[in-house]
């Protein structure tokens, strides 16, 4: 199995910036990629950002604004947010795509609340 710790979430103003981080453990090289999810209030969660072998994909309300990256070294995925808005304001969920035993399984993260005030 795989465990997520997220870090890094907190309250911004418009126009601010966060880091998110997300440490892997465990089976690590069952991952086959990792992401970043948000999920607001009364909303379905959402595809942020994703990482495979090196190759990146964002969600269109991100892109420009949003980079994500991997450091293999410390098993560690981070999520850049530049210019933020109110309307990014979500619980930030880390996501592995992970294979092991013939079987594909998600592992998530607990969440961390970034709140965008105007």
């Known amino acids: 199995q795989v465990q997520l710790v997220e870090s890094g979430g907190g309250l911004v103003q418009a126009g601010g910036s966060l880091r998110l981080s997300c440490a892997a453990s465990?089976?690590?090289?069952?991952?086959?990629?990792m992401g970043w999810y948000r999920q607001a209030p009364g909303k379905q969660r959402e595809l942020v950002a994703r990482?495979?072998?090196?190759?990146?994909d964002y969600a269109d309300s991100v892109k420009g604004r949003f980079t994500i990256s991997r450091n293999n070294s410390k098993n560690t995925v981070y999520l850049q947010m530049n210019s933020l808005k109110p309307e990014d304001t979500a619980v930030y969920y880390c996501?592995?795509?992970?294979?092991?035993?013939?079987?594909?399984?998600?592992?998530w993260g607990q969440g961390t609340q970034v709140t965008v005030s105007s």
């Open positions: 996501n592995a795509q992970c294979y092991s035993g013939g079987y594909y399984y998600n592992q």
């Open positions: 465990g089976n690590i090289g069952s991952i086959n990629a």
């Open positions: 990482i495979t072998s090196g190759v990146t």
